[in-house]
């Protein structure tokens, strides 16, 4: 069963692969990590550490998604990131408000 009405908020298309949406997640980080968001395309999986498609990014391990920067497991530990994460993130200015929209989660 879906619940409707979590927004989805992404930066941009991917320019990896294409296809996907890069949407800003939140990620919970650890005890020695501090909270932090990640930029994950929905498609191909690329990650950016920053909301910025052009900069640098990486790939999870197929056999292991962990966080690039708390290795914590990647979808365990993190989530589409909602309005008060996008915010507490500093990263509202980022949103592109044509790719973002309502999803099924």
Same mark, same amino acid.
């Given at each position: 069963? %879906?619940? /409707?009405? /979590?927004? /989805?908020? =992404?930066?941009?298309?991917?320019? #990896?692969? +294409?296809? +996907? !949406? *890069?949407? #800003?997640? @939140?990620?919970?980080?650890?005890? =020695?990590?501090?909270?932090? +968001? $990640?930029?994950?395309?929905?498609?191909?999986?690329? #990650?950016? !550490?920053?909301?910025?498609?052009? %900069?640098?990014?990486? @790939?999870?391990?197929?056999? %292991?998604? &962990? *966080?690039?920067?708390? /290795?914590?497991? $990647?979808?365990?530990?993190?989530?589409?990131?909602?309005?008060? &994460?996008?915010? &507490? $993130? +500093?990263?509202?200015?980022?949103?592109?408000?044509? !790719?973002?929209?309502? %999803?099924?989660?």
């Amino acid at each position: 069963m %879906s619940i /409707r009405g /979590r927004m /989805r908020y =992404s930066i941009d298309t991917c320019p #990896i692969c +294409g296809g +996907g !949406l *890069c949407t #800003i997640y @939140f990620c919970e980080g650890t005890d =020695s990590v501090p909270p932090h +968001g $990640l930029i994950v395309c929905d498609e191909c999986e690329a #990650i950016w !550490l920053q909301p910025d498609v052009s %900069s640098p990014h990486c @790939f999870p391990d197929a056999e %292991s998604a &962990d *966080c690039p920067v708390c /290795r914590q497991p $990647l979808y365990e530990h993190a989530h589409p990131a909602n309005q008060n &994460d996008v915010d &507490d $993130l +500093g990263w509202t200015n980022a949103i592109n408000t044509e !790719l973002t929209m309502e %999803s099924e989660i």
